[in-house]
């Protein structure tokens, strides 16, 4: 009976990365839609960074960092959006709390490095695999 859930949740893990590439192929959307989604499924594991203001939380999402480390150990996801639109994202390693590296990346590589590390972390965790799979609503 276990092994009939795995593939279920491995398809529908499949359709929750594509709901991720299709989002992140626009700035716009990613940092509109997609931040605030990973925002309400990992909770405090994602930073948001807004605008100043004074209501800060009507203001556009202009920078987000997904800590998606394991008792100290993981990847660390970084993407800001520049002045002129671009985007610069970074992917850093971490081992027992510490950085061992960090390494700028294109969009579409990080939006791949995501993809695997929400894998991994929702095949850890069932909490997390009912959280992302509520990106697709």
Wanted: charged letters at 30%.
């Amino acid at each position: 009976m276990g092994e009939e859930i795995e593939p279920q949740r491995e398809e529908g893990f499949e359709l929750v990365a594509a709901q991720v590439r299709a989002n992140a192929a626009d700035t716009g959307t990613f940092f509109r839609v997609l931040a605030s989604k990973l925002a309400d499924a990992l909770g405090d594991r994602v930073k948001l960074e807004r605008s100043g203001g004074l209501f800060k939380r009507d203001r556009p999402v202009n920078g987000i960092e997904l800590d998606l480390t394991d008792a100290g150990a993981g990847t660390v996801l970084s993407a800001r959006r520049e002045n002129g639109g671009a985007v610069a994202c970074t992917v850093a390693r971490r081992v027992r709390g510490i950085v061992l590296s960090t390494k700028q990346v294109s969009m579409r590589e990080w939006v791949e490095e995501l993809v695997s590390a929400l894998g991994d972390e929702a095949r850890r965790s069932e909490q997390t695999w009912k959280a992302l799979h509520g990106l697709l609503s």
